[in-house]
């Protein structure tokens, strides 16, 4: 059974103030690790997907990273508007398999 | 494009009603799913289906039906309405989920369902 386990459960930084959030994860086998944001009362928007141990991949002031047990979120310098939920999915590569299994979200809050 | 539309944005039910909560998209994506989302819990998949007239079963698909008639529409079923069935509801769906590709997920606005 795939699991995704995300830390910390939330995050308050100052404006400015560089950190980074964990997902770890058990797959059988990786097809895919997902990084979704998510606003308040909105549905999940993706962000990257990671398919394997030493990728990384850039959007603005987020880079994510990827190892065999576990992904990195970075946020360089947030602003104010970086303030969400972001959701780690991963996706196992059995044949036929579609379903992602998602961790609980890591709030970030954003203090300007 | 509008994506992934869902309908109705918020409902409250009495236990035991029945109702649909509707998707719909415009991507011609073949892969459409429906997820739950609840307080301290993950996103967890309720059904899915890969194309027109073909359905499956998720993790948690107990009280929910599920048909697939065209591409576009992948509409939800609450049979009889329980308490434990008041939660947010989101519709996603891709290209495809399964082969050599990764399942990339455009999800819906979400329903916020409340049985009482």
């Known amino acids: 059974e795939d699991q995704v386990t995300q830390s910390p459960e939330a995050l308050r930084l100052q404006e400015g103030e560089s950190s980074s959030l964990n997902c770890s994860y058990t797959?059988?086998?990786?097809?895919?690790l997902f990084w979704y944001r998510q606003d308040p009362g909105k549905g999940p928007e993706f962000l990257f997907t990671?398919?394997?141990a030493g990728e990384e991949k850039e959007k603005e002031r987020l880079k994510a990273t990827l190892t065999k047990k576990e992904s990195f979120l970075h946020i360089t310098a947030p602003k104010p508007e970086d303030s969400a939920t972001y959701l780690c999915?991963?996706?196992?590569?059995?044949?036929?398999?579609?379903?992602?299994?998602f961790g609980k979200g890591t709030k970030l809050s954003v203090i300007p | 494009n509008a994506g992934v539309t869902q309908t109705p944005k918020f409902q409250v039910l009495k236990t035991g009603q029945s109702m649909t909560l509707q998707c719909a998209q415009d991507?011609?994506?073949?892969?459409m799913s429906w997820y739950r989302q609840d307080p301290g819990m993950g996103l967890r998949l309720i059904h899915y289906?890969?194309?027109?007239?073909?359905?499956d079963q998720g993790e948690v698909p107990n009280g929910y039906n599920v048909s697939r008639s065209t591409t576009e529409d992948f509409p939800l079923r609450l049979l009889s309405a329980a308490p434990s069935q008041t939660s947010v509801y989101f519709c996603?769906?891709?290209?495809?989920?399964?082969?050599?590709?990764?399942?990339?997920?455009?999800f819906g606005a979400g329903s916020r369902l409340t049985v009482l």
């Open positions: 996603a769906s891709s290209y495809s989920g399964a082969g050599s590709g990764a399942n990339v997920l455009t």
């Open positions: 797959v059988s086998g990786l097809r895919g």
């Open positions: 990671l398919y394997s």
């Open positions: 999915a991963v996706q196992g590569d059995l044949a036929g398999s579609y379903q992602l299994t």
């Open positions: 991507m011609n994506h073949e892969y």
């Open positions: 289906s890969v194309g027109a007239g073909i359905t």
